[in-house]
């Protein structure tokens, strides 16, 4: 019986820069300090914005998003983060940052009217009139359409890393790229090596990947001193050998073996093999202790 597996595993790959995109605002000889991060969904983002001589602040300022934000943020009803607005030599001011659509982080500041502050966005005089050396900085926290969750599931779809460099996802393992197991007895074993009924997997493997293949099976022979020999295979070619002495006739004996391989960028099969030398052999099998194979990227061969 051969099976998938579902699998998760969260990819952080760190701060990283990023260049943003801006509305009504002219960044000129000013120096920005752009850099977010995503673990799963949530992404968090740093912004400083050092006005130069010839930087420009107009009415409603935005600046891109590093990943595009879920859909279900309501345009301009979610703040989603703090803002302060620096004067040179002068005052800081309070305000906060939201989301125009998905893609574009609103910068906003407040007015008072009455007794009441209101929101209003930035402008060339709001919350002072910008200059060189002014700031304009915020930390915003949104949760973002697609994951850096990497899910595994059946047919060894192995999903996306969002976020990550091809490099960066080579030292991720993808876990699990399937197990075969047999829970019946397998008799009428001669020299003639047999493959183990349904004890098969066939996965695709990426370039540079370090694979693990575990396998465990109990055989027995019906001829004292005659021997069992199990084989590991990777397509055609035998990779482990475990051998066993039956002590007696129809002895059980358990075997395990772990093998570590680096195959060729390509769609590979794993199988296990049976042979009787000097008697009839068997594998045993039942729910309890099946014969199992089990394949596994776990990682880098780099």
Not at 247 to 274: I, M, Q, R
Request: proline share 3%; charged share 15%.
């Amino acid at each position: 019986m051969a099976q998938g597996f579902a699998k998760a595993e969260f990819a952080d790959p760190g701060w990283q820069d990023y260049t943003p995109t801006y509305n009504n605002l002219t960044i000129g000889n000013g120096t920005v300090v752009a850099r977010y991060q995503q673990i799963g969904t949530l992404v968090t983002v740093h912004f400083v914005f050092t006005l130069g001589s010839t930087s420009a602040v107009g009415t409603a300022p935005d600046v891109s998003t590093p990943v595009t934000a879920a859909s279900s943020y309501t345009v301009l009803h979610n703040i989603v983060g703090l803002g302060r607005y620096k004067e040179d030599g002068g005052s800081g001011f309070l305000g906060y940052v939201r989301l125009s659509t998905t893609d574009i982080i609103r910068l906003q500041t407040e007015t008072v009217t009455g007794n009441n502050p209101t929101e209003t966005n930035l402008s060339a005089t709001l919350p002072h009139t910008w200059g060189t050396s002014d700031i304009i900085s915020f930390t915003a926290t949104y949760e973002a359409a697609t994951s850096t969750l990497l899910e595994m599931g059946a047919n060894n779809d192995h999903g996306s890393l969002s976020g990550l460099t091809d490099d960066d996802h080579t030292f991720y393992p993808k876990g699990v790229l399937g197990q075969a197991t047999l829970t019946s007895n397998q008799t009428g074993i001669t020299s003639t090596p047999e493959d183990v009924t349904g004890v098969t997997v066939t996965a695709t493997v990426a370039a540079d990947r370090m694979i693990k293949i575990s396998a465990t099976t109990m055989t027995n022979v019906n001829t004292n001193g005659a021997t069992c020999i199990v084989k590991v295979y990777e397509d055609a070619t035998a990779i482990q050998r475990i051998q066993t002495e039956a002590a007696g006739a129809n002895d059980e004996h358990t075997s395990s073996c772990v093998v570590y391989t680096t195959p060729t960028a390509a769609s590979h099969t794993w199988k296990l093999t049976l042979e009787a030398n000097g008697g009839t052999g068997s594998v045993v099998a039942g729910g309890e202790y099946p014969c199992i194979l089990i394949v596994e990227d776990v990682g880098s061969a780099l």
